[in-house]
């Protein structure tokens, strides 16, 4: 069976951080991307960043890029999302998804389509 599961959320003031952690289990780990999109309340899904399974090549939206840093450790399945100088902006539930990459990023109408995704975890950033 497939899982992934989020860990790491929480409530954080402005110009803090997080870790997330992303658990999988059930699949080729080496096969598949690993992304992180959110979702704000009223808002579109955004990806956030994705790293390859296969060579650890990352990926970042522009609205993270210098803030969020994404990594991997294949042999225990884990994919972390560092995340650093929050903003209220970034208050979202904060997803993973395995797929492959081009589903994945750079995000298009193909994700969610196939894929594993986890239950989500909530990242509250207060001003």
């Known amino acids: 069976e497939v899982q992934l599961v989020e860990s790491g959320g929480g409530l954080v003031q402005a110009g803090g951080s997080l870790r997330l952690s992303c658990a999988a289990s059930g699949f080729i780990f080496d096969d598949f991307a690993i992304g992180w999109f959110r979702q704000a309340p009223g808002k579109e899904r955004e990806g956030v960043s994705c790293i390859s399974g296969s060579d650890g090549s990352t990926y970042y939206a522009d609205s993270v890029k210098g803030r969020f840093t994404i990594s991997s450790d294949n042999a225990k399945k884990m994919v972390y999302l560092q995340m650093n100088s929050l903003k209220p902006e970034d208050t979202a539930v904060y997803y993973c998804?395995?797929?492959?990459?081009?589903?994945?990023?750079?995000?298009?109408?193909?994700?969610?389509?196939?894929?594993?995704w986890g239950q989500g975890t909530q990242v509250t950033v207060s001003s």
């Open positions: 998804a395995a797929d492959f990459l081009f589903r994945l990023w750079p995000p298009s109408g193909l994700v969610g389509t196939e894929g594993y």
